[in-house]
């Protein structure tokens, strides 16, 4: 049986409808297109099965496999939306406002059963920011923060709390994903001088610290991002400030720590200073992916040792994309950066293709593991806007621009569970599709009139690091080189130039004697021992050897020298001998 063919909604100001994905790339027939200008939001169900969305009259539930409408809801004002993993019930969010006489609001969060439409709960959620409750795979939990708790609710009866984690002030939460028993990771921000925490616990074990699987502290956080891999056996925190106080980074400074449900945690060393812009958890959750430093930034891949398994070297990038199957990542620069991508097999680390999405703001995989999609959305671009959907080999399959009075404000592709679709073997050869465009050319430097008859001059303020199965190695080997390797390469060259500074001063004529020192001059001033006392050594005595020649010069001119002056000469071969000693490390 073929698999399906993944839907992708797209919101705009032309209305809402929805486009059959690859390879036929038209509208869908069994959803009708809603042409209403106001559509806030829309959202799928985890298994795609369920669309939702609110066209600032109603929310309208719709059965995506029977292509009917199942409920609407009297809720014009809803702006966000959300469906439990289990498709059970429909979670919906409005502004919170309070009445003209100060009195309180009524409850902006919704709760409704999917099969009857009834509204099963309604609570007060003030903060758009985390306002959606958290459910457990199988929906036998889920829970919300309330006041710096976490309540905790059983088979979705919210009319009783079946539990509480009570700590100082619990900042935000994350539930593990996949089968039972559900494990739970906490923050709690640092005050008067303690440190922040995160701690994992195994619901409902909440006795205290000692109950905890595992606690990280740490300084340095107003905020966090928890990342569960997909197994529920670790989890990523990204901590960050919101002022770098060295003034270093214009976006605040920030640390990455990995904690275990077996109670290991760690701090994970980056190579390179600089923001952290994007971690991502591979789907085998046994590695994940990092980009990280300042520009041009780095991006390694590292194991659950948090030990480095795989350096992608630098580039322009800020954003890591794992497909569904995990065995291709793409390696992004969107935002204020050129929309160049890097796609990598990852089971083989081999670079496939570097497509350019321009002015992109938004990046997704498609289910099948094999197409993706960017988009230029507004209110972040309000100017070409339009979405592209590519093969991962490079080839644009697909290209919509919406006209120069409309804007396009969202697409997302219809999830499908795990299994639905085979994984592929990554493959390098173009699919067929319409051929990318180039990419424009670099801008050139200004150079004046006068200058650009002449060959420009080449001069870079980074110099970009390839990936680690691309840099040149010693002697052709694929093992990095040592110090040691490195040390005797450098005596190797010094011991050359030496031999080569011997050949010179060998006795010749006045017109010749310049050519030697030049040639030390040239080739040696580029050798440095790494002790500064040394260097400072091999720097007088080129100062001397050089005052030295000049006296040649004169006397070989007709110039009578002081008795100091041919001192100074007779010792110039004591001189060249020391100068030799040092640079050979003697």
Known sequence: MAPPTPLLAVRGSEGLYMVNGPPSFTESVAFQRDSGKNCKAVAFSKDGSLF??????KV???NVTRAEILHSFDLPKTVCLEFSPRNNVLATWQAYATAKDGT?????LQLHDVRTGKCLKSFV??????????????ESICARNVNNE???FENNNFNAIANKLHLQKVSDFVLSPGAQPTKVAVYVPGSKGAPSFVRLYQYPNFGGPQSALANKSFFKADKVTMLWNKKATAVLVVASTEVDKSGASYYGEQTLHYLAASGESAVVQLPKNG???DVAWSPNSVEFCAVYGFMPAKATVFNLKCDPVFDFGTGPRNAAYYSPHGHILVLAGFGNLRGQMEVWDVKNYKLISKPVASDSTYFAWCPDGEHIVTATCAPRLRVGNGYKIWHYTGSVLHAHEVRADQELWQVCWQPFPDGVFPERAARCPAAPGEPPRAAPGPAQAYRPPALRHRPAASSKLHEDEPPQNMKPQLGGSDKPVSKIALKNQRKHEAKKAAKQEAKADAPQGPAQVRTPQNALQNTVPAMTTGDPEVDKKIK???KKLKAIEQLKEQAAAGKQLEKNQVEKIQKEAALLKELEDLELGV
Request: hydrophobic share 40%; glycine share 6%.
């Open 125 to 138: 959620q003030k903060k758009m920011q985390n306002w959606c409750p958290c459910w457990a795979e199988d």
């Open 150 to 152: 976490v309540h905790f």
């Open 275 to 277: 923001p952290i812009y």
């Open 104 to 108: 309180a609001g009524v409850p902006n």
């Open 52 to 57: 939702a969305w609110c066209n600032g009259e």
């Open 60 to 62: 309208n539930v719709f």
């Open 540 to 542: 007088n005595l080129k």
